[in-house]
């Protein structure tokens, strides 16, 4: 059975880090859900070129609302992405056609929405005096140690050196 990631974005905000997180889940194999309301156009030059020429090997699903987004999603195993968990990223085994699950920029996922679901909240490790990390970079952190616990399914594990003679 062919594994599946999904990578969810409840409000985002700033289009330059959702097209570096299209252009992380082209190169992961991981499906893109993007919930609106979206806080920019997704025609946007910003986010195309953050994306590069990687928006045709995209799977993505956009949704009007986060209601939208939960009732067509149902019955997913969804982890919540918030500086706000006690669990970290790492201590979690993510299933098969799990969802992570990342808050717009500026406020993150909502209280009602962690408080609900206080056993799927994970954090990333940081130092006390930093607020948060970019979205981006938490989004290909949490992709990669899915990936890496899954063995990383279908990418490519070695590089090659261009003219080398190793």
Request: hydrophobic fraction near 35%.
């Amino acid at each position: 059975m062919e594994n599946s990631l999904n990578i969810a974005l409840i409000e985002p905000e700033i289009p330059q880090n959702t097209g570096n997180i299209a252009r992380t889940c082209a190169a992961t194999g991981a499906r893109l859900h993007l919930v609106g309301p979206i806080g920019f156009h997704i025609t946007d030059k910003q986010v195309k070129r953050a994306g590069l020429d990687y928006w045709d090997k995209l799977d993505i699903t956009f949704y009007d609302s986060s209601k939208e987004f939960f009732e067509k999603n149902s019955g997913a195993e969804f982890f919540y992405f918030t500086t706000k968990a006690r669990q970290v990223h790492s201590d979690v085994s993510y299933p098969n056609g799990c969802f992570l699950v990342f808050g717009k920029e500026t406020r993150g996922l909502p209280d009602e929405l962690l408080k609900a679901n206080p056993n799927r909240c994970v954090r990333l490790p940081m130092r006390g005096i930093i607020r948060s990390l970019n979205l981006s970079n938490s989004v290909a952190v949490g992709a990669y140690e899915v990936l890496r616990q899954w063995n990383y399914p279908e990418l490519s594990l070695k590089g090659q050196l261009h003219n080398s003679t190793w």
